[in-house]
């Protein structure tokens, strides 16, 4: 005969809460750990996209001493100027890049750059810190990011005469005739502010009996932390921490006054340019 199986007796299951008072520890303490922590990822974030700006413009450097050395010590022409408020270009000359930053959604601009066959990625030249998008013709925003973030300064084979404003723009046409600034103090490529870029060219008045001196024809970014990227003719690339954040308050196209507290970063970045013709 089988023996009956063993009873055991009836054990009631415990189930634990939290009480209210350790529920708020809890969360008090997450939200002190958020606090604690979300400035050091911003932090990181910004530096990550600062080194990816650097790096994009490292290689359009790169790009930029290819075609020198391909074009007898040539620099890149630098050729296309635009006119937003009739919606024309000035000049339509062979140009390192004709890419409209603020309306075009295809990379026709680029890729018919002189400086695209040294390096086909499109990536290259769009700052990772731009936020900005494209938009028509109208002002109506499209769903698309722009792909250009950065501009030739006017010192690089610019412009030869701006019929607009009736004078020459001083610039330098081949490497061996660099001499002030020097290679290391000559900027060639910059970080444009989003509101304010529009063609390839980035301009600023240089020499002092120029009517719009103490102005912002074009103005530079201030995305990375309060500063703005740029590369040198000698092939180096440097960030600038601006003294005072850049502010856009007049309409794309419009010269932008300097303020009175930005006359430092002014006279910085005018000095990165050439002030005379050689």
Known sequence: MAEPLPTFPFRRSV???????????????????????????????VRA???????????????????????NDSLPPNNFVYDIITDQPLDTGPSWCTNLAIFDTNAVGIQNGLLFQYNTAIGIYHCPADPSSVQDHSGKLLPFPRLRSYNMSQSINGLTYDGDIGLEIPHYAKTTAIRDPIPSSLIVFLDVHEQEIMDTEFGIPVAADWFDQG????????????????????????????????????PRGSVQPVAANEWDDYNRLESGFVQNFP
Not at 24 to 43: C, D, E, F, K, S
Not at 215 to 239: K, T, Y
Request: net charge positive.
């Open 49 to 71: 996209q600062t080194i990816g700006c650097l790096s994009n413009l490292k290689q359009m450097q790169l790009c930029f001493h290819l075609y020198v050395l391909d074009n």
């Open 215 to 250: 102005c912002w024809w074009d103005v530079p970014a201030n995305r990375h932390g309060q500063g703005c990227n740029l590369s040198f003719a000698d092939g180096h690339v440097e960030h600038w921490k601006w003294k005072t954040p850049r502010n856009v308050t007049v």
């Open 15 to 45: 189930f634990w809460a939290f009480t209210l008072i350790e529920l708020l520890v809890v969360i008090a303490i997450i939200g002190i750990l958020a606090a604690l922590l979300l400035p050091v990822m911003t932090r990181a974030k």
